[in-house]
């Protein structure tokens, strides 16, 4: 399989499109597409992706970073759709792969670039590439914001045919916002990856309840028998706040 750093050779003239939302691969987009070959178009919101908006542009592919919404399956059935997920599926199919993976005592994963079906994860696989999982959130969504342009310049040179998922199926929950909040017990290297699973902007962090207020917490660095973070207080929203988790 070629690299980032290997000779490209997808078409000049072909259009693509990247639907995403989230900050880092916005600035991925803004980084990378410039240096591809064909013309490439952004679409940040669900409202956006539309067949007419589509069929205007005609993409090759569209490539789906971090996106929070089922894809209608009319576009499915009519333009082919990449999506990308932190797991080496079939195992890690579902929300929250990040979280689940970490809670589960993993310290590294694959990206797999997969054909989009109506099954959610459950499509035919292009590639996977290895993917660390040390650092926070926010460290580890933009290394892989980079990985996926690799695999998007490998996808728009070689055109794969995607090859159906083989192995055990074991499938991921997405995690709720009351689940952000820190355990009362266990070890503390466990402590260590719900702080920091949990830091990454547009995710609710690790959080302690403490009468009328909120204490938050996020930067963990976990040295020897000792956990350092940044803490932020403020008082509990009265509706109860937060967002949801992917």
Not at 7 to 14: P, T, Y
């Amino acid at each position: 399989m070629k690299t980032e750093g290997d000779i490209f050779l997808g078409d000049s003239d072909c259009r693509y499109v990247v639907a995403t939302i989230k900050p880092w691969n916005l600035e991925a987009y803004a980084r990378y597409s410039d240096e591809l070959p064909g013309n490439w178009s952004l679409i940040e919101s669900p409202e956006a992706l539309t067949l007419d908006a589509l069929r205007a542009i005609n993409p090759r592919y569209i490539f789906f970073p971090h996106w929070s919404w089922k894809v209608p399956d009319a576009i499915l059935n009519e333009y082919e759709c990449v999506c990308f997920h932190m797991a080496d599926v079939p195992y890690g199919r579902g929300g929250s792969p990040l979280q689940n993976l970490i809670v589960r005592g993993h310290k590294d994963t694959k990206l797999s670039a997969l054909r989009m079906v109506a099954d959610l994860d459950a499509g035919p696989v292009y590639c996977k590439h290895e993917m660390s999982l040390a650092g926070s959130a926010q460290q580890i969504y933009t290394e892989m914001a980079k990985l996926v342009y690799t695999q998007i310049r490998w996808l728009i040179s070689n055109k794969p045919k995607p090859q159906p998922q083989t192995g055990e199926i074991v499938e991921f929950v997405r995690r709720k916002p009351e689940q952000s909040v820190m355990p009362k017990n266990g070890e503390l290297a466990a402590l260590y990856d719900h702080i920091r699973m949990l830091d990454a902007n547009t995710y609710p962090p690790a959080i302690i309840q403490w009468g009328q207020w909120e204490i938050k917490f996020n930067n963990a660095n976990h040295v020897g028998d000792v956990i350092e973070a940044s803490v932020t207080i403020s008082k509990t929203p009265k509706d109860g706040g937060g967002n949801c988790e992917e």
